[in-house]
């Protein structure tokens, strides 16, 4: 498979210095065999301008420093999704009580928002703070968004997000059959779908923005 990789690179350099157009190199290579996106993705490496020699793109690399922000950074949204979450859902817990809920439940209640209060004070500041950074750094090297990490966490972060709005969709369709969808219930389903679903669009978002710069 590397000696594959290889032979594509050399091809599309090699056709690149002759001067033919990518079009015609890309529908080559498809007529070959290769894959459509694997083939753009070859002519992705070299940037399209005017220039004697293929110029090659940044690639992608691993940096510790950026493992760290990533990481940190993705934590501390997490942090924030669950606890903005768990304090909606106490709210409503407190606003419309449940009969069938105990008083042990109902007295966890203000420890429980408090205790969400105060994630929500460090994790929301901390993740702009970084958001911020990273943003700048982004705007004055492009070639930071290239980084491993950052396209890893951000993948992993949309695989949570949708796992968490098929569950979100299938206790909403379950509640609904069995006829217990209360509102309480139904106002808890629209705080997970606001959240989960404002995650995956961003994400999903940023991504193309990637795609449409490449």
């Not at 753009?40 to 004697?52: C, E, I, M, N």
């Not at 994790?123 to 890893?152: D, G, I, T």
């Not at 997000?161 to 139904?186: K, N, Q, T, Y």
């Not at 997970?192 to 961003?202: F, P, R, T």
């Amino acid at each position: 498979m590397a000696n594959a990789s290889q032979d594509l690179d050399v091809f599309v350099r090699d056709a690149l210095v002759r001067g033919l157009p990518r079009g015609e190199i890309e529908q080559a290579l498809v007529t070959a065999g290769w894959p459509q996106e694997q083939a753009r993705a070859a002519l992705s490496v070299y940037a399209d301008q005017a220039f004697p020699v293929p110029v090659p793109r940044p690639r992608a690399y691993l940096s510790a420093r950026e493992a760290f922000l990533y990481l940190t950074l993705f934590v501390t949204l997490y942090l924030f999704a669950y606890h903005l979450g768990s304090l909606l859902f106490d709210l409503l817990n407190l606003r419309l009580p449940d009969p069938a809920d105990n008083e042990y439940r109902a007295a966890q209640l203000p420890d429980s928002i408090r205790f969400s209060t105060a994630a929500l004070i460090i994790s929301f500041p901390v993740f702009l703070f970084l958001a911020n950074l990273v943003a700048r750094e982004q705007r004055s090297h492009p070639a930071k968004r290239l980084s491993v990490v950052r396209r890893w966490l951000t993948y992993l972060t949309l695989f949570v997000a949708a796992c968490v709005l098929l569950g979100d969709m299938i206790a909403l369709v379950d509640g609904l059959l069995s006829g217990e969808a209360s509102l309480r219930f139904l106002l808890k389903v629209a705080v997970v779908l606001a959240i989960a679903g404002s995650v995956l669009g961003y994400y999903l978002w940023d991504l193309r923005r990637d795609e449409a710069d490449a």
